[in-house]
């Protein structure tokens, strides 16, 4: 029968057998039959797949797993960095310090935005200096507004977590104006298929946010184009993944005690939720899509803005699916999370226009989250997301998400509707 090691007892077995053998063989004979006998160690200890009856399939899993191994440090760095950024976001809201200033597409954007992306993309430029970022905001607003500019400072210099040793493994407090200026402008990034892109969105769902409905603080890096980690921090979501949705969620959502909660996956290992601390982080928890044997009885999210999402469209699906409750309205990708836990089912963001493109920031964070807790993401139309294009999403139109088995009746019900108005 053959023996297993780890792999770091297997190297040292061998390193000891070379060290037995060199006291006893000169040089030349040490190398040639050392050779041999290495190659027949190593199909003793570490049998191949075949030998082992593998299933190519489960070989597969088990490649696909040790790759994504790769990414826990990833994972730890942006689950702190969004949970610290939250801190700032929280904070704006309770002391009711909210600014606004109107950007040239005339989207409101609050200090809460510039700080949490500016504490952010410190955290990852500390960690992974040679990453590129994709933001939603920069710095030309601030520069140019020396009062706005001392605020979000003074914010970004109180949000701190507890844990000193959190807080150093994202390179602790921003040194200082212009670091916090060079952070944000340091999320001008252009995306791409390529190499390794972060897709941040500071505050997902500025109005949510700005009347204390949900929002969410969105970060995910994307690998070669590939969403591959996924963090979503919802300050107004309820801690129990159990707690299920109503129609107050999206208008009275306000932090307080018992909301909180820090969503985060990793391509191939699963979803968690966890709360939101002021320090370390919590133990996570695994979460997935609660089974749809009658998708009559889903529940379905969409957004509160009509102009973010046909809901006249939404409405048409849902009554040919057979679905007569009524739908819950909220801000943001805590809808992903929603769904992804088991709260709700459905999540469905048609096109209001022929022009819109999806921003790659309002997705990426949320496509990774619920695939991995056994979801399908798509366009309306079935096809997969495109993050490899650019900034935005622009080969693609619409967003569908449902659990996997669910997602092709889905797809089929919005392909009628959408082909009905063409």
């Not at 430029?125 to 009062?147: I, M, Q, T, W």
């Not at 749809?292 to 009509?306: H, K, N, P």
């Amino acid at each position: 029968m053959a023996l297993f090691f780890s792999h770091n007892t297997y190297k040292y077995l061998l390193l000891s057998l070379v060290i037995l053998a060199s006291s006893f063989l000169p040089l030349p004979s040490l190398f040639s039959r050392s050779v041999t006998r290495l190659a027949q160690l190593k199909s003793h200890f570490c049998p191949s797949p075949a030998a082992l009856h593998i299933h190519p399939h489960t070989q597969l899993r088990l490649n696909s797993t040790v790759a994504t191994m790769a990414y826990e440090k990833e994972l730890e760095i942006a689950l702190l960095a969004v949970q610290r950024a939250t801190l700032l976001t929280k904070a704006v809201f309770s002391s009711h310090s909210k600014g606004t200033l109107s950007k040239t597409d005339s989207s409101p954007v609050t200090i809460g935005d510039f700080g949490a992306q500016a504490l952010i993309i410190s955290s990852i430029k500390h960690a992974f200096p040679s990453d590129e970022v994709v933001g939603e905001e920069d710095a030309d607003d601030l520069r140019k507004n020396e009062g706005e500019r001392q605020l979000v400072w003074d914010l970004v210099q109180a949000a701190k977590l507890d844990d000193s040793a959190a807080e150093d493994k994202i390179g602790g407090p921003v040194k200082d104006v212009d670091a916090m200026l060079t952070a944000l402008d340091s999320g001008r990034g252009a995306g791409g298929r390529k190499g390794r892109i972060w897709a941040l969105d500071p505050i997902d769902g500025t109005k949510g946010f700005l009347r204390g409905g949900q929002y969410a603080v969105c970060l995910a890096l994307l690998v070669d184009g590939v969403p591959t980690v996924g963090v979503i921090g919802c300050p107004n979501l309820p801690v129990d993944d159990q707690a299920p949705l109503d129609s107050n969620i999206g208008t009275d959502a306000s932090d307080k005690e018992g909301n909180g909660v820090l969503f985060g996956a990793v391509t191939g290992e699963g979803a968690t939720s966890r709360p939101l601390s002021k320090g370390s982080l919590r133990e996570g928890k695994s979460i997935s899509m609660k089974p749809l044997d009658d998708i009559s009885q889903a529940t379905f999210c969409e957004s509160v803005e009509a102009g973010h999402s046909s809901q006249g469209d939404n409405a048409a699906i849902a009554s040919k699916l057979g679905i007569t409750k009524q739908s819950v309205r909220m801000d943001s990708q805590a809808k992903y999370g929603s769904i992804a836990r088991g709260a709700g089912d459905l999540y469905l963001r048609l096109p209001v226009s022929k022009s819109y493109e999806e921003k790659i920031w309002d997705h990426a964070a949320g496509v990774v989250i619920v695939q991995e807790a056994g979801g399908e993401v798509t366009d309306a139309w079935g096809r997969a997301l495109d993050f490899g294009i650019g900034r935005t999403l622009k080969e693609n139109k619409g967003i569908v998400a449902a659990p996997k088995a669910a997602h092709p009746r889905v797809i089929e019900v919005v392909k009628e509707v959408l082909s009905a108005k063409a």
